[in-house]
């Protein structure tokens, strides 16, 4: 029963020791203060945030980014030469496959000129032959 | 009177806060915040920085506040681990409350002084049960309350509450005598 006396009233010196304070004055102004700076802070880095946005985190790190940067140009300058190499190769190729045709083409006439020289001389022995009979 | 913002379980979806809403809102809670965090880190340089912390982040996250009611649970829960963090931070010295030299017996009808010696034993508490004793009888609440404020069992709460009471009882009728407690 003293003990339970007790306990209460310690809590009740407690509840008044621990009573809220008031805080120092000014303490508003000075709240507002430091938002005002938070958001000017805030400002300059929204001008960023879109960079953010783009960019996942592992290129927070400006050595990664540079490498990224080195390692695409790189990837670039290869690419292209190899389309140019690509490109000649192909243009050659091309080059070689009309002189085929025109090569084919010429063979072909003179195969027909052959032919038609072949037809005439037949002609011309059918028509002797034809006379002495 | 002024409607406060947030007031009641109405504002679900709060409207956009002004500076003249944040200042009311800083202003309603601002000696709750500041006393737990003075009390808890008996410094009052110390205490006022946290209080601006806290309400710096309250700022922030003020989309996220429901009701008053939600509010004020956020600012005790936040003020409550910021004053942890910041003891771990910046760790001093500590002895337990058995080891604490007692102050001087105090002469009769010295209630400023009985009530500065209790917070010097409430802050010679190791820290979560600091923190409890703060909460239970600053702020009034409940060891449910409290529980869900530090994350932690409510068994737990009222294990560190009665021990601590033991503690300061003990404590405390040795420095002002079985008069006055």
Redesign the interface.
């Known amino acids: 029963m003293s003990m339970d006396k ?2 209460s ?3 009740d ?12 004055h000014g ?2 102004d ?3 203060a ?2 005002v700076d ?1 958001g000017l802070a805030g400002q300059d880095k929204s001008r960023k945030a879109w960079l953010r946005f783009f960019m996942p985190p592992i290129f927070a790190h400006p050595l990664v980014r540079w490498g990224t940067v080195a390692a695409v140009s790189a990837a670039l300058v290869v690419g292209g030469i190899e389309y140019r190499r690509i490109e000649q190769e192909r243009a050659e190729g091309e080059a070689a496959k009309q002189r085929l045709i025109l090569a084919l083409r010429i063979a072909g006439s003179k195969l027909q000129l052959a032919k038609s020289k072949v037809q005439g001389i037949q002609a011309d022995q059918t028509e002797n032959q034809q006379e002495k009979e | 009177m002024a409607e406060p913002v947030l007031a009641g379980k109405a504002a679900e979806k709060p409207a956009v806060i002004t ?1 003249t809403d ?2 009311e809102i ?2 309603r809670h ?3 915040v ?2 737990i965090a ?2 808890f880190l008996a410094d ?1 340089a110390a205490a ?1 920085e946290l ?2 912390d806290v ?2 982040q309250l ?1 922030a996250n003020l989309h996220s506040m429901k009701s008053d009611d939600h509010m004020k649970f956020w600012l005790r829960k936040v003020t409550s681990h910021r004053c942890i963090d910041s003891k771990r931070r910046y760790r001093t010295p500590q002895i337990s409350l058995d080891e604490a030299p007692d102050p001087a017996a105090p002469t009769p009808a010295e ?1 400023l002084l ?3 010696r ?2 010097q034993l ?1 802050a010679s508490l190791p820290e979560k049960p600091r923190l409890i ?2 909460l239970r ?2 702020e ?1 609440m409940s060891a449910d309350e409290i529980a869900g404020a530090l994350a932690m069992p409510v068994a737990t709460v009222k294990s560190h509450l009665q021990r601590s ?1 033991a503690m ?2 003990e404590k ?2 040795r420095i002002i005598g079985e008069v ?2």
Do not use: C, N, W
């Open positions: 007790d306990t009233r310690l809590e010196a407690l509840k008044i020791a621990l009573r809220r304070e008031a805080v120092p303490f508003g000075r709240v507002r430091r938002l938070q | 500076e944040f200042a800083v202003h601002q000696s709750m500041y006393s003075l009390h009052a006022e209080a601006q309400f710096l700022h209630d009985l009530a500065r209790l917070r409430v004793v703060i009888y600053q009034d009471l300061l009882r405390a009728s006055t407690i």
